[in-house]
T-cell receptor
């Protein structure tokens, strides 16, 4: 069965600091997809990134970057130079090939203090 | 506007009452999903539908029912059998595997 673990619950940082969110996953499939979503206070989940299991290339998009390591089953997410607008809950999720059901972690509450 | 519309935004249920949450999409997506979110928890899958007139139970389907009579609509009924319905309910859609799921704004259900 697929499983996603996000160990930290709430993380507080001062504005302009970097923050890294850890995500560890479990799956028996060799083909799978990993996601990060952001949930601002309004409640709607906003898609940030998807990675498939064959693409370990790390990515940078603006102030966001992702570090995918199959060897440790981790898909970590970093916000560089955090801003108050980054305050939200961030979810890591996993789906297995042929089954688009998403398994979510419990989320990381990020609080950016001005 | 293209997107996913959930209504109402807030809903209150009385003891023994069934209530229905609406989810409508105009993205022409085949698949639709219902998730439940409790405070401090991740999302848990209630039901999903990959095609019209077909749907499957998710991880926590007890006390809920759905229908998929139209591609655009996937209403969720919270029945009186659901003893702890207070939660935030999110609807999502995608165009098929592998794909990204997109979410509506959610409905917050409380018990009076």
């Amino acid at each position: 069965a697929q499983k996603v673990t996000q160990a930290q619950t709430e993380i507080s940082v001062v504005e302009k600091e970097d923050v890294t969110l850890d995500c560890v996953y479990e799956t028996r499939d060799t083909t799978y997809y990993l996601f990060w979503y952001k949930q601002p206070p309004s409640g709607e989940l906003v898609f940030l990134i998807r990675r498939n299991s064959f693409d370990e290339q790390n990515e940078i998009s603006g102030r966001y970057s992702w570090n995918f390591q199959k060897s440790t089953s981790s898909f970590n997410f970093t916000i560089t130079a955090s801003q108050v607008v980054d305050s939200a809950v961030y979810f890591c999720a996993l789906s297995e090939y042929g089954n688009n059901r998403l398994a979510f972690g419990k989320g990381n509450q990020v609080v950016v203090i001005p | 506007d293209g997107g996913i519309t959930q209504s109402p935004k807030y809903l209150f249920r009385k003891e023994g009452q069934n209530v229905t949450l609406s989810c409508e999409q105009n993205l022409n997506h085949d698949a639709m999903y219902w998730y439940r979110q409790d405070p401090g928890q991740g999302l848990r899958l209630i039901y999903y539908s990959q095609i019209v007139n077909d749907f499957q139970k998710g991880d926590i389907a007890e006390g809920y029912s759905v229908s998929r009579e139209k591609k655009e609509s996937f209403p969720l009924t919270v029945t009186s059998a659901q003893k702890n319905p207070t939660a935030f309910y999110l609807c999502a859609t995608d165009s098929g595997q592998p794909d990204i799921q997109y979410f509506g704004a959610g409905t917050r259900l409380s018990v009076l």
